[in-house]
């Protein structure tokens, strides 16, 4: 995301360096504590999601007296995490977790662990022992700086009162520009404690840390003769195009070159779904015309993407005949997996708007790319070789029918947020996405647990928006706890549990690669007197009367027959949490699938079959 577009777009730290500095406001008299608030209405934080403790709870005083920050009281740190995650993810805003020291703190690792991966602005403030304390083990104390140091992009211990509003200014400029990313904030309790003076802005400093936003012009042009000339282009589109908001300018390019167009797991809904030209995810669980088509080319154009081991598979096999332009704001992604022919350092929607420019003077030029014969193969490839699924014998619910139909029965514009495994694949692949950020998951760390915090952020920072949270049965007991926050906090999430008794993606393995020898996957048994598993049912939770209990209304799903009328039930009920227990058939699978380690080259469309894909016609 750059500063040009962050700034477009949501509040920022009014805070400027050197002579160009606004003078500041009116010098006020306050505790570190009431400093830190203020900062954060400066900022133009909304929402802050937390749980108070000793060493952070000089902040929470504060905060009653009348603060535009609105503070959600949630029942795990961890839930604050990824809460703020998925606020910053719906919203575009840089999303803000608070916790004590300690186990409060630790208790964030996860999430700032998931952002940092998935490239989420996020602030996490944390409250830390007395600063004469620090190092000698006392009571809760924790060098949550050193633990977190791996995943943010800074972090800043804060001892001295008078640091707080620069640090903060500070903290959320570094997270919201450049790649966006997570950053601690850790405040000692004498600091919060301690009178101090406020005034903003700040004067900031931040010296080696200026992100490179335009890209080199002899680079877009090369990228422009590439796509020119080649006979097979993809663009291969990550999800640093929605941090960008470049999503109208993808769409233009794509209609410009012709080029088809794969977008990750990260960036569904930077390119509409219906779009003829978009062939859907790559990767493990990719369409079987996404990844052959990556794999076939011989010019893969990657906007904001960081070739991923999910999406090239075995790595020295991947795309053999491609050349690579590789666009990126993070240099330090360009080549770390992939040598790059033309690269290009800058924000993606600068990157893509350069390009328009480069590629239409080439069409003026009479360069014009002509990909017939590869249209022709991409589309056989797609046809022959659509998504789908086979319903169950039995006449049990199909956990894809289950996902399909909350797609399709959803209000317009909803967002969905969903936990991780063969639910999120299945959400990937049955509903459409046509907009932006009306996908969020946990893509690069696989964070089991992060839908329902997730969602329940979205709604606070979206709250007009339909989110559904499509989970399985193995996350939703992880976090399902935060049910009780949206409950007594107006955040009306819907909740959909894909209940198939089991860890459904782990078990998809044993069935494959361990002769179906499934050890400790199956969540609705115990052991038994012999030592062998007592099959207790998929009641253990009931999870209608765990939601009942939570304020939550719990419905209950077992019958196609009664699918569209029990999600119409879920679609109408807006004044409190719903929650939806979908009892599916355990044996579905996700496919397509290329197992872990192996070539793209032997992806699956189903069980045992591998798709004939023939030689291209340029071949």
């Given at each position: 995301m750059t500063e040009q577009a962050t700034g477009a777009h949501h509040p920022q730290p009014r805070a400027r360096s050197g002579a160009a500095q606004q003078q500041p406001a009116t010098v006020e008299h306050v505790t570190g504590a009431q400093s830190l608030i203020r900062s954060l209405e400066e900022v133009g934080a909304e929402i802050v999601f937390g749980i108070p403790g000793g060493a952070i709870l000089p902040a929470y005083d504060?905060?009653?007296?009348?603060?535009?920050?609105?503070?959600?009281?949630?029942?795990?740190?961890?839930?604050?995490?990824?809460?703020?995650?998925?606020?910053?993810?719906?919203?575009?805003?840089?999303?803000?977790?608070?916790?004590?020291?300690?186990?409060?703190?630790?208790?964030?690792?996860?999430?700032?662990?998931?952002?940092?991966?998935?490239?989420?602005?996020?602030?996490?403030?944390?409250?830390?022992?007395?600063?004469?304390?620090?190092?000698?083990?006392?009571?809760?104390?924790?060098?949550?700086?050193?633990?977190?140091?791996?995943?943010?992009?800074?972090?800043?211990?804060?001892?001295?009162?008078?640091?707080?509003?620069?640090?903060?200014?500070?903290?959320?400029?570094?997270?919201?520009?450049?790649?966006?990313?997570?950053?601690?904030?850790?405040?000692?309790?004498?600091?919060?404690?301690?009178?101090?003076?406020?005034?903003?802005?700040?004067?900031?400093?931040?010296?080696?840390?200026?992100?490179?936003t335009k890209p080199h012009a002899k680079q877009i042009r090369e990228a422009a003769k590439l796509i020119a000339?080649?006979?097979?282009?993809?663009?291969?589109?990550?999800?640093?195009?929605?941090?960008?908001?470049?999503?109208?300018?993808?769409?233009?390019?794509?209609?410009?070159?012709?080029?088809?167009?794969?977008?990750?797991?990260?960036?569904?809904?930077?390119?509409?779904?219906?779009?003829?030209?978009?062939?859907?995810?790559?990767?493990?669980?990719?369409?079987?015309?996404?990844?052959?088509?990556?794999?076939?080319?011989?010019?893969?154009?990657?906007?904001?993407?960081?070739?991923?081991?999910?999406?090239?598979?075995?790595?020295?096999?991947?795309?053999?005949?491609?050349?690579?332009?590789?666009?990126?704001?993070?240099?330090?992604?360009?080549?770390?997996?992939?040598?790059?022919?033309?690269?290009?350092?800058?924000?993606?929607?600068?990157?893509?708007?350069?390009?328009?420019?480069?590629?239409?003077?080439?069409?003026?030029?009479?360069?014009?790319?002509?990909?017939?014969?590869?249209?022709?193969?991409?589309?056989?490839?797609?046809?022959?070789?659509?998504?789908?699924?086979?319903?169950?014998?039995?006449?049990?619910?199909?956990?894809?029918?289950?996902?399909?139909?909350i797609g399709q029965l959803a209000p317009k514009d909803t967002v969905y947020a969903a936990g991780v495994g063969q639910h999120q694949m299945w959400a990937s692949h049955f509903i459409d996405y046509e907009q932006p950020r009306t996908w969020l998951n946990s893509g690069g760390a696989g964070t089991m647990g992060y839908a329902v915090p997730a969602a329940m952020g979205a709604k606070a920072g979206v709250p007009e928006r339909t989110v559904w949270a499509i989970d399985g049965d193995g996350c939703f007991q992880m976090t399902n706890q935060e049910l009780v926050t949206c409950a007594l906090n107006n955040i009306p999430i819907k909740v959909a549990i894909i209940n198939n008794g089991a860890l459904g993606m782990v078990r998809q393995w044993q069935t494959l690669f361990y002769n179906e020898?499934?050890?400790?996957?199956?969540?609705?048994?115990?052991?038994?007197?012999?030592?062998?598993?007592?099959?207790?049912?998929?009641?253990?939770?009931?999870f209608v009367k765990l939601a009942d209990a939570m304020g939550c209304v719990g419905l209950r799903c077992e019958r196609p027959e009664d699918l569209d009328s029990v999600i119409e039930k879920a679609n109408a009920i807006n004044d409190r949490p719903v929650v939806v227990d979908f009892i599916v058939h355990q044996d579905a699978m996700v496919w397509p699938m290329v197992a872990a380690g192996t070539s793209n080259d032997e992806i699956l469309a189903a069980q045992g079959v591998r798709p004939d894909f023939g030689d291209t016609e340029d071949d």
């Open positions: 504060p905060m009653m007296d009348s603060s535009k920050v609105r503070h959600v009281l949630v029942r795990h740190e961890q839930g604050a995490g990824h809460a703020a995650t998925g606020y910053a993810q719906a919203t575009g805003k840089v999303g803000v977790c608070m916790a004590t020291s300690g186990p409060g703190a630790t208790n964030l690792v996860t999430p700032i662990a998931d952002a940092h991966m998935d490239s989420v602005p996020l602030v996490a403030i944390t409250g830390q022992v007395a600063s004469k304390a620090i190092g000698t083990d006392a009571f809760q104390e924790a060098d949550i700086c050193g633990i977190t140091m791996p995943i943010t992009k800074h972090n800043w211990l804060v001892t001295d009162p008078a640091e707080i509003p620069r640090t903060i200014a500070e903290a959320f400029h570094v997270a919201s520009t450049g790649r966006p990313g997570p950053v601690l904030v850790d405040i000692a309790k004498d600091a919060l404690q301690a009178r101090t003076t406020f005034s903003w802005p700040p004067h900031t400093d931040l010296p080696g840390y200026r992100p490179v000339q080649a006979r097979r282009p993809v663009l291969y589109v990550g999800g640093g195009v929605l941090k960008a908001r470049a999503t109208a300018e993808l769409k233009v390019l794509a209609e410009l070159t012709g080029a088809p167009v794969t977008t990750t797991l990260m960036a569904l809904g930077s390119f509409p779904d219906s779009h003829p030209q978009h062939l859907g995810m790559p990767g493990m669980h990719g369409s079987v015309a996404a990844v052959t088509a990556l794999q076939k080319s011989d010019l893969i154009v990657a906007l904001g993407a960081r070739f991923d081991d999910r999406v090239t598979g075995k790595l020295d096999s991947f795309a053999p005949y491609a050349k690579i332009v590789h666009a990126d704001i993070d240099p330090a992604e360009i080549g770390k997996n992939r040598a790059a022919d033309v690269p290009i350092v800058g924000d993606a929607r600068e990157v893509i708007a350069d390009l328009i420019v480069a590629i239409q003077a080439e069409h003026a030029d009479g360069h014009t790319g002509d990909y017939s014969a590869w249209w022709n193969d991409l589309n056989r490839w797609r046809e022959t070789y659509p998504l789908g699924y086979t319903l169950p014998e039995d006449g049990s619910l199909s956990p894809q029918q289950v996902i399909q139909r020898r499934y050890s400790n996957t199956v969540l609705h048994s115990g052991p038994g007197s012999d030592g062998t598993e007592a099959h207790l049912g998929t009641r253990v939770p009931d």
